[in-house]
């Protein structure tokens, strides 16, 4: 798999990412010859966490108030239950979510990462998976939710790559890159 030098963002709250569903996917990129670009409303460090427990730091490259979706070739939402949480709160993570979907690159969003795309509101129509307590929210929202290890949406401006958990990490890393 080579992703020959495409730029992919990864956007994330200051506090409360799932690590591993940053730092899986992000070593896919890397490896497949990619540039991961680490994207926060402030800049400095975010703080990562192994569910409820404190995980390492990561250091922003960019705030998310300066960057535009022309810039990356994909979006990578991370889980944990607070990143999306305090994500759909910052109103430019929404835009950037929002017009980054719409740009038709792809997006590719992980357990409860769906939460930004409802509060965006770019998933009326598409078939997606998630953490399963986002079922009402994303049905409510006008997606179709199903539960299965990872589901690829190609029924909107641009491909939407979706997974349930971290155990599904393998197979949401290998479909995000044969999908770049």
């Known amino acids: 798999m080579s992703l020959d030098g495409k730029r992919v963002a990864f956007l994330v709250a200051q506090e409360g990412v799932e690590q591993v569903e940053l730092t899986e996917p992000w070593k896919a990129v890397v490896q497949g010859g990619g540039r991961p670009v680490l994207v926060a409303p402030q800049s400095g460090e975010i703080q990562a ?12 490259d960019q705030t998310v108030a300066d960057a535009r ?3 990356f070739d994909a979006l990578v ?14 109103p430019d993570a929404v835009r ?4 980054f979907v719409m740009s038709g690159k792809p997006v590719a969003a ?3 990462a769906p939460w930004t795309l409802v509060e965006a509101d770019v998933v009326r129509g598409r078939r997606l ?23 690829v949406d190609t029924g909107g401006p641009g491909p939407l790559v ?10 949401f ?3 995000l890159a044969d999908v770049l």
């Open 110 to 112: 992980i357990c409860h």
């Open 49 to 60: 966490f192994n569910h409820l427990d404190k995980g390492d730091q990561f250091h922003v």
């Open 173 to 175: 890393t290998k479909t």
């Open 162 to 171: 979706t997974s349930r958990k971290p155990d599904d990490l393998p197979a």
């Open 96 to 99: 950037f979510a929002r017009e």
């Open 129 to 151: 998976t998630s953490w399963p307590s986002l079922h009402t929210d994303l049905t409510n929202a006008g997606a179709e939710w199903v539960d299965e290890e990872v589901v």
């Open 69 to 71: 979706p022309e810039e």
């Open 77 to 90: 939402l991370p889980g944990g239950v607070a990143n999306p949480d305090r994500l759909r709160m910052d």
